[in-house]
Each structure stands twice: as C-alpha cells, then as structure tokens.
C-alpha cells in the first residue's frame, strides 16, 4: 500500500464524498440510496482509502452466496490514480474472500474499458462471458472472474 494510505470499512458520513467519486470516475450514475444500501446491507466489504482524512476510493464488494463476491464498484480519484490504491482495495476485497471462504470473485467491466479490463486482467481476472446491452447506454461488459486461492 502507498506510504500515507489507510484503508477502513466505510462510515455513513462517507456516503456523500464516495457518491462524488462514483459521480467523477464511474460511467454510471448511482443515488444516494443505493450507496446506502450497500452500507447497511454489506458494510463487511464496503472499503475507503484515506490520504489523511481525505477519502481518494473506494470499493464496494457483495456476497452472492457462500462461494462468490461480487465487486459492484471499484474507484480512486483522478489525483491519485495509477498509484496503487486500486489494487490496495482490491487486494482488500480478496483478504474478505479468503477469511470468510469465499472461492470466487466476479465483476462486470465496459468492452470498451481497455485500462479498467488491463487493470483486472493484470490481477488474474478472466473474462467469463459477455453481458450484450449491459449499461444505461446500452454498451456491453464483460463478465471476469478469478479464483481465490486458499
């Protein structure tokens, strides 16, 4: 992890700052509610990394069943960026996996997405399938997964 980056389960507090960069870094827009949601349902894998008390990610990762987590979200601000705070959080969300054991994570990344597909690729995620028409704009994604190993 970066020298100065802290990871922490969220805070209800932190629902408005993720909502910005969510808002700035993904294609999709997503409410308020949704991001609670996940915060009352999910908190266990629902993870912010701070610069200081500045929230710069965020990951949001949801049991499927007692095999699969599912990220739903992935983001890091522009600024930091390209600076080891995404794989901090994901390798976060693979620490979750491996302690409740969990063998599988999947995750749903734009065809057209070519860093965010390189970023997941270069962390052992496969593509498994194709969702046709799978955002609000009617573009694709591809479906990958990767295996946890015990």
Do not use: Q
Not at 35 to 53: I, M, Q, R
């Amino acid at each position: 992890m970066p020298e100065g980056i802290t990871l922490r389960r969220v805070e209800g507090k932190d629902i408005s700052r993720i909502k910005t960069i969510a808002d700035s870094r993904l294609r999709e827009e997503y409410s308020v509610d949704l991001f609670n949601f996940f915060f009352e349902k999910h908190p266990e894998c629902f993870l912010v990394a701070n610069a200081g008390n500045d929230i710069i990610g965020f990951i949001v990762g949801v049991p499927l069943d007692n095999t699969t987590l599912r990220i739903m979200m992935l983001a890091v601000t522009m600024e930091y960026n390209m600076k080891g705070i995404g794989s901090s959080l994901l390798e976060a969300s693979f620490n979750y996996a491996k302690v409740r054991m969990i063998t599988s994570i999947v995750l749903e990344v734009g065809t057209e997405n070519s860093d965010a597909f390189d970023f997941y690729s270069k962390r052992g995620f496969k593509v498994t399938g194709l969702l046709p028409k799978y955002y609000k704009d009617k573009s694709d994604a591809f479906v990958m997964k990767r295996y946890i190993v015990m």
